[in-house]
């Protein structure tokens, strides 16, 4: 995308349309709203395109705690172009086109220069409504309100202002519409199967929930050459879209009959699949992915929503029976 001559808007606050979530699990109301022009080490962005991801529809319904935290501008998927910035960033310039990511990257920690994970040492594992560096909002309300932030992203407005360590810059030449799921979804199933779990060549893998984060697992799958991708999804019309991602075997647990996907994973992998993914986020299908794992299981998840029901589920399985394997449990988000 070619560069655009300096924003007339560079170092003022743009009025802009967004999407504002007022109180939880209410209908979002698009309202005209204020964005703040960025400050040192952040990037102003106008958003092209952004989707709907199920954390956010899990925040938009928490009603009570610490991150229940209203009025608000959710989405973390999109894509957009840099439309100003702030002093001292360099990564990126004016016309340049990138995805607002939620793990920051300071690009210079240990842990962000090592190739074992995402975290970051500078930002920390942190999630609150505001910027990472002064605690504070870029968005306000035609009467002054502030308006708080999610996962320092914030795509469901025209424009959003981001810290530089959650910016990507990315080739103009993908397009768009697909691009935005690069932020999250894809990143996040494509990255559980090749960075996370690292699928040996000949593994067989099953999935649980055949969404974007499920399919972007089943590609990553098929990029590190495993025998066999079960999908497992209630929709049938999954298993056509799943085979252009590498799935060769489909389960809809609505027509195992008297047989439950385990018993199916079992018999289809001769024991067990040697990796299993739970894209949804419910303890059911949790419990039901470890059973159908082999003897040591390998469980990724891709939510936190059913985390205290499993580990009760592990912790009384394994101290109450002879094993002394101890499943590998990741969270992927």
Same mark, same amino acid.
């Given at each position: 995308? /070619?560069?655009?001559n300096?924003?007339?808007?560079?170092?003022?606050?743009i009025?802009?349309?967004a999407?504002v979530?007022?109180?939880?699990?209410? #209908?979002?109301?698009?309202?005209?709203i204020?964005?703040?022009?960025?400050?040192?080490?952040?990037?102003r962005?106008?958003?092209?395109c952004?989707?709907?991801?199920?954390?956010?529809?899990?925040?938009?319904?928490?009603?009570?705690?610490?991150?229940?935290?209203? #009025?608000?501008?959710?989405?973390?998927?999109?894509?957009?172009?840099?439309?100003? @910035?702030?002093? =001292?960033?360099? /990564?990126?310039?004016?016309?340049?086109l990138?995805? #607002?990511?939620?793990r920051?990257?300071?690009?210079?920690?240990? !842990?962000?220069?090592?190739? *074992?994970?995402?975290?970051?040492?500078?930002?920390?594992n942190?999630?609150?409504?505001y910027m990472?560096?002064?605690k504070?909002?870029?968005?306000?309300?035609?009467?002054g /309100?502030?308006?708080?932030h999610?996962l320092?992203?914030?795509s469901?407005?025209?424009? %959003?202002?981001?810290?530089v360590?959650?910016?990507?810059?990315i080739?103009?030449?993908?397009?768009?519409d697909?691009a935005c799921?690069?932020?999250?979804? +894809?990143?996040?199933g494509?990255?559980?199967?090749? *960075?996370?779990? !690292?699928?040996?060549e000949?593994?067989t893998?099953?999935?649980?929930?055949l969404?974007?984060?499920g399919?972007?697992v089943?590609?990553?799958?098929?990029?590190?050459?495993?025998?066999?991708?079960?999908?497992? !999804?209630l929709?049938p019309? *999954?298993?056509?879209?799943?085979?252009?991602?590498?799935?060769? !075997?489909?389960?809809?647990?609505?027509?195992?009959?008297?047989?439950? +996907?385990?018993?199916?994973?079992?018999?289809i992998?001769d024991?067990?699949a040697?990796y299993?993914?739970e894209? @949804?986020?419910?303890?059911?299908?949790?419990?039901?992915?470890?059973?159908?794992?082999r003897?040591?299981?390998?469980?990724?998840?891709? %939510?936190f929503?059913?985390?205290? %029901?499993?580990?009760?589920?592990?912790?009384f =399985?394994?101290?109450?029976?002879?094993?002394?394997?101890?499943?590998?449990?990741?969270?992927?988000?």
């Amino acid at each position: 995308m /070619e560069n655009h001559n300096r924003s007339l808007a560079a170092g003022k606050a743009i009025r802009c349309k967004a999407a504002v979530s007022r109180n939880p699990g209410e #209908p979002l109301v698009i309202e005209e709203i204020e964005v703040d022009p960025p400050k040192d080490w952040e990037v102003r962005i106008k958003i092209l395109c952004t989707s709907l991801c199920h954390s956010d529809v899990t925040y938009w319904k928490n009603s009570s705690g610490p991150l229940a935290i209203f #009025p608000r501008i959710f989405g973390h998927e999109a894509i957009g172009v840099v439309e100003s @910035i702030g002093k =001292h960033v360099e /990564e990126v310039e004016e016309g340049d086109l990138v995805l #607002p990511v939620f793990r920051p990257n300071c690009r210079e920690c240990r !842990d962000c220069k090592s190739p *074992k994970g995402n975290g970051c040492l500078a930002f920390g594992n942190v999630v609150n409504a505001y910027m990472p560096r002064d605690k504070t909002c870029r968005f306000k309300g035609m009467n002054g /309100e502030v308006l708080h932030h999610f996962l320092f992203v914030s795509s469901f407005t025209e424009y %959003t202002v981001v810290d530089v360590a959650h910016v990507v810059k990315i080739s103009s030449e993908i397009p768009i519409d697909k691009a935005c799921l690069l932020s999250c979804g +894809v990143s996040t199933g494509i990255g559980a199967a090749w *960075k996370v779990a !690292d699928i040996e060549e000949g593994s067989t893998v099953a999935i649980f929930g055949l969404g974007a984060i499920g399919l972007a697992v089943a590609e990553g799958a098929r990029l590190r050459r495993a025998s066999k991708i079960i999908g497992v !999804d209630l929709n049938p019309e *999954k298993f056509e879209i799943g085979k252009k991602f590498g799935v060769t !075997d489909f389960i809809n647990p609505s027509t195992c009959g008297e047989k439950n +996907v385990s018993e199916e994973i079992k018999e289809i992998t001769d024991g067990g699949a040697d990796y299993c993914f739970e894209c @949804i986020g419910l303890a059911s299908l949790m419990e039901e992915a470890f059973k159908s794992n082999r003897e040591v299981p390998c469980i990724y998840s891709s %939510t936190f929503n059913a985390k205290l %029901t499993l580990l009760m589920f592990f912790f009384f =399985h394994f101290f109450s029976s002879s094993k002394s394997s101890f499943p590998w449990l990741v969270w992927l988000k």
